[in-house]
């Protein structure tokens, strides 16, 4: 008989023939992703074999890794199954090559000793991040070729790095091929989005053709083969290559003969029997070989045999012969370590035992384990398939493993270690500090238990200075969810702490609280009053948190730009200013887009743009996202739509892609887009999609809200719903001036209410209200805002006031607010020509 592997790659032309066209756009620096997706047993394996020989043959370097159903606990183990090896190998240089500039944040994942105090530790977005610059770096030098098998068994940060790699492929030289069974609906999100990827090319292979079942039979048995029995063996295998190869193997060994008269026989040995005819093998291979073959079904793929002979109560040279004599049975691969030949074989051996069985001997495999000092995400692993964690050591492994991928960036998989740590009985500051390790992993991990995991943790912490440092965590969750008061709450009853830094910082999270909502900023009212301008340079975070707020409170009040631009440079400038402001993104961001309002238009832009930068080598989500929509805010003040469009987008998705889109982070991007979306004048259908988008995010707790409820105004008015567009507006001036409705400067939505209102036929409360906007803009003296003012107060005029359009084109030509200047100047010689100046209106309509 032909060994297997040689008649399984049988037609497959198609399939082929995809592959090797993904082989070449990736050679050609076109990356590509191809989703091989079909049931066990299809030929995945075997395809994504010919997609390594093809990319092989083309010069392509290759990496390949396998999904394991007990390895899905360990954090990044598919990505370390590409890597690691690659970079062990390499010398100092090439590694300092492989892992320069971004790349850095990947090093974690192969240091873990180096991950503690490593960038963004906690985080998964800097290591996402740092591997897809590892990955650009490794192509520079040679197209890249990533070949991952089997990612339904992949662990979650691997999926989500995978998820991240394929979004970016279509300009570097790489190419992702992937394998899966088919996805269910209630699978991994990361998983679903690569198979829905729209530059994926989904290969799905069916079951062989009667001739091509026909063709495997005979080389398979050597022999002719009768077409009633061929089409009698591809209806029990629904020409699926590994059932048909296992039934092969059996009517060989049965002596069956390929003639139609023994076609019956064959229903009888189909899918159902497989189980029992790889049991059967087994057995016949070797007395000893089922016990090691279920110790490696416990152990998992790629056990050492020395650990898989203790598990089996076998001496070492039983284990030997067993082992050779499974390979021979084709059951085990040709590998060094022992690694079960199909994932169905695997399952067989595994379903045999009784459900107490597995548990128990999971529990023994982790002792074994931890008595051989494997690392500790091996031994969590088999912990949390064991029936209990009645060992003294077992909670330590579990929290070692925890804090291995908290390091790492898994906080996922910290969770799933840690939540079984807390079914077993602890003293209360035992269990608190468990709550409180397991709450900050579910923050980082964006899970809703996470806020009442860090309560308990609070309740339960006798400490003051531990209660205090939980609490924190605690307050800037509720703050970035929208519950700044619950935050200012708890963080103003708080006891006094014996660490100054730490009290600085708490100082400092409560007072950011006000620059976050405007109910945070009512909450610390008394605070804020007792403020004083220190005259001097701010040095630590908490002084430029007080001089920002100082700021915004003049913004407020409407007071001149000058008193504005003064403390905002003072909190902006000087050592640790930029540092601080990565980490406390919503201090330096904020002041940045006071600068904006103001019309520091590049001051603005240097500031976003060092942040941005700054956030992705550290891998600073928060900071990142924030810096991107204040630059599209800035940009779009300018009047630059594509480049605010563009940041506005890809801060938005970052929300989404990494599952803070539920947070009111997603508010400020969100509003831009609004104001660009209308600027652009998007079809019905576009605009009532942001509507309705907008509806479901507002929260008016947040300063961003005020500026969310304009964009919602004026979709409202794009969409020809005039009255309800001015009820928006009219709603947002009756909030209190902590949102910012009080200074044109940052709302101008008195202009906008105006020219509605005229528009309505209510022309003495347009001029009022144009007016109105127009004397306090004046006063603080922001060209941009007085620009917009005199356009309003022009047109609410009957006919439009020629001398008001000409000061508004005078003032705005002055500013960089090309936009608001550009407006200014159509609505100069439209009224020019109404007013029978067709020479002169030419002049502003160039």
């Known amino acids: ?260 008269s023994n076609a019956g026989q064959v229903q009888t040995l189909g899918p159902r029997r497989v189980a029992e005819a790889v049991l059967s093998r087994l057995a016949r291979s070797s007395p000893t070989a089922p016990s090691l073959a279920r110790a490696v079904a416990i152990l998992g793929d790629g056990a050492s045999l020395p650990d898989a002979a203790e598990l089996a109560g076998l001496d070492e040279q039983s284990a030997i012969e067993a082992a050779r004599a499974i390979r021979t049975s084709d059951l085990f691969s040709q590998e060094h370590r022992l690694r079960f030949a199909h994932p169905i074989i695997r399952a067989a051996i595994y379903e045999s035992m009784l459900p107490a069985e597995r548990t128990l001997r999971h529990k023994q495999a982790a002792s074994l384990l931890f008595a051989r000092k494997a690392p500790a995400e091996r031994v969590a692993g088999q912990l949390l398939l064991a029936d209990d964690l009645d060992e003294p050591w077992a909670v330590d492994q579990l929290r070692l493993a925890a804090d291995a991928s908290m390091a790492m960036g898994a906080p996922g998989n910290a969770v799933a270690y840690l939540r079984p740590a807390l079914t077993v009985d602890h003293p209360d500051d035992e269990r608190a500090a468990l709550l409180a390790r397991l709450g900050e992993a579910e923050v980082l991990a964006g899970l809703a238990e996470a806020s009442d995991h860090l309560e308990n943790a609070v309740l339960l912490t006798p400490h003051p200075d531990d209660r205090a440092r939980i609490a924190l965590t605690l307050a800037q969750l509720w703050k970035y969810t929208g519950r700044v008061p619950r935050a200012v709450e708890l963080l103003s009853t708080l006891p006094r702490v014996n660490d100054q830094m730490l009290g600085e910082r708490i100082e400092t999270e409560l007072l950011s609280g006000a620059l976050m909502s405007s109910t945070g900023y009512d909450a610390l009212a008394n605070r804020i009053s007792l403020l004083e301008d220190p005259g001097v340079q701010a040095r630590s975070g908490r002084e430029r948190i007080e001089l920002i707020l100082l700021a915004f409170e003049r913004l407020n009040a409407n007071r001149p730009k000058a008193e504005l631009l003064d403390l905002i440079a003072r909190a902006v400038v000087g050592p640790g200013a930029g540092e601080e402001g990565v980490l406390l993104p919503p201090g330096l961001m904020t002041a940045t887009a006071g600068l904006s309002y103001i019309d520091e238009f590049e001051r603005a832009q240097a500031i976003c743009d060092w942040v941005i930068t700054r956030s992705r080598r550290r891998g600073a989500l928060v900071a990142l996202l924030i810096g991107l929509s204040v630059r599209g805010q800035v940009a779009y003040r300018r009047g630059g739509l594509g480049d605010a469009l563009a940041d506005a987008e890809a801060s938005l998705q970052l929300a989404y892609e990494f599952g803070v889109s539920d947070t009111p982070l997603r508010l400020h991007p969100l509003a831009i887009i609004n104001f660009i979306a209308v600027e652009q004048q998007r079809s019905q259908r576009e605009l009532e999609d942001l509507l309705e988008r907008t509806d479901r995010s507002l929260h008016p707790e947040t300063l961003h809200g005020s500026l969310t409820l304009l964009s919602r105004a004026r979709l409202l008015l794009a969409l020809g719903r005039a009255e309800a567009a001015l009820e928006q507006l009219l709603e947002l001036g009756r909030l209190p001036s902590a949102y910012g409705t009080r200074t044109p400067a940052c709302l101008a939505w008195r202009s906008d209410a105006a020219l509605i209102t005229h528009q309505l036929g209510n022309q003495q409360e347009a001029r009022r209200l144009a007016e109105e906007e127009l004397e306090l803009a004046r006063a603080m003296g922001a060209a941009r805002a007085v620009g917009i003012a005199l356009r309003a107060a022009a047109l609410v005029q009957k006919p439009p006031d020629v001398g008001l359009l000409s000061e508004a084109v005078g003032v705005l030509e002055l500013s960089q607010a090309r936009l608001e200047h550009a407006r200014a100047l159509v609505d100069l010689g439209a009224a020019m020509r109404r007013c029978g100046e067709r020479s002169a209106s030419r002049e502003p309509l160039r």
């Not at 092989?56 to 090896?85: I, T």
Request: charged share 20%.
């Open 1 to 260: 008989m032909a060994a297997p592997g040689a008649v399984r790659v049988l037609d497959r032309e198609l399939e082929t023939a995809h592959l090797q066209r993904a082989v070449d756009h990736s050679w050609h620096g076109v990356g590509r992703l191809v989703v091989i997706e079909g049931p066990a047993g299809i030929g995945k394996t075997t395809l994504i074999k010919m997609a390594q020989d093809l990319a092989l043959e083309q010069g392509m370097q290759v990496r390949a890794a396998r999904g394991a159903e007990l390895e899905k606990s360990f954090p990044f183990g598919v990505v370390r199954q590409l890597f690691e090896p690659l970079l062990a190998a390499a010398d100092e240089a090439r590694r300092g090559e492989w892992l320069g500039g971004a790349a850095e944040l990947a090093e974690p994942l192969f240091d873990v000793r180096a991950a503690i105090n490593a960038p963004g530790a906690g985080s998964i977005y800097p290591r996402l991040h740092g591997l897809y610059w590892l990955c650009a770096n490794l192509a520079r030098y040679q197209p890249l070729a990533l070949l991952v098998d089997d990612i339904q068994w992949a662990d979650e940060p691997s999926l989500a790095v995978l998820e991240f790699l394929a979004r970016r492929l279509t300009e570097l030289p790489i190419l992702l091929v992937l394998t899966l069974r088919p996805v269910d609906l209630d699978a991994s999100p990361s998983l679903v989005a690569l198979r829905a990827e729209p530059t994926a090319r989904v290969i799905e292979p069916r079951g062989l053709s009667p001739e091509a079942v026909e063709r495997m039979l005979s080389l398979g048995l050597d022999s002719e083969v009768e077409t009633q029995f061929a089409t009698a063996c591809g209806k029990a295998t629904a020409g699926n290559p590994f059932l048909l190869v296992e039934l092969l193997l059996e009517l060989q060994e049965r002596g069956v003969l390929p003639v139609g």
